[in-house]
């Protein structure tokens, strides 16, 4: 079992940014591909980046070059910079990871996009 908690989301105007982070029950250093997804009302849930245990980086093109995803293996964190936001970047933001084929998901957090 791997247990994520995402903190860092809430309310910014369009233009700003905003760091998630994701706190992983387990060594994130190996045998773990970690990444978030994004879910706007309804829509289907969606990539927006992840990174492998190779440390190789993924994203969409509707965020590549605005959003970087990184780690911290020391402590097992992943985040999410997200910079120049638009509002339609909002949306619940889920961390994930893949351990052994698979799939852990966590709460979720809000990330609005307004002015």
């Known amino acids: 079992q791997v247990q994520l908690v995402e903190s860092g989301g809430g309310l910014v105007q369009p233009g700003g940014s905003l760091r998630l982070s994701c706190a992983a029950s387990?060594?994130?250093?190996?045998?773990?591909?970690m990444g978030w997804f994004r879910q706007a009302p309804g829509k289907q849930r969606e990539l927006v980046a992840r990174?492998?245990?190779?440390?190789?980086?993924d994203y969409p093109d509707s965020v590549k070059g605005r959003f970087t995803i990184s780690r911290d293996v020391t402590k097992n964190t992943v985040d999410l910079q997200m910079n120049s936001l638009k509002p339609e970047d909002t949306a619940v933001y889920y961390c994930?990871?893949?351990?052994?084929?698979?799939?852990?998901w966590g709460q979720g957090t809000q990330v609005t996009v307004s002015s």
């Open positions: 387990v060594s994130i250093s190996s045998d773990i591909a």
């Open positions: 990174i492998f245990a190779s440390g190789v980086t």
């Open positions: 994930n990871a893949v351990r052994h084929f698979l799939t852990f």
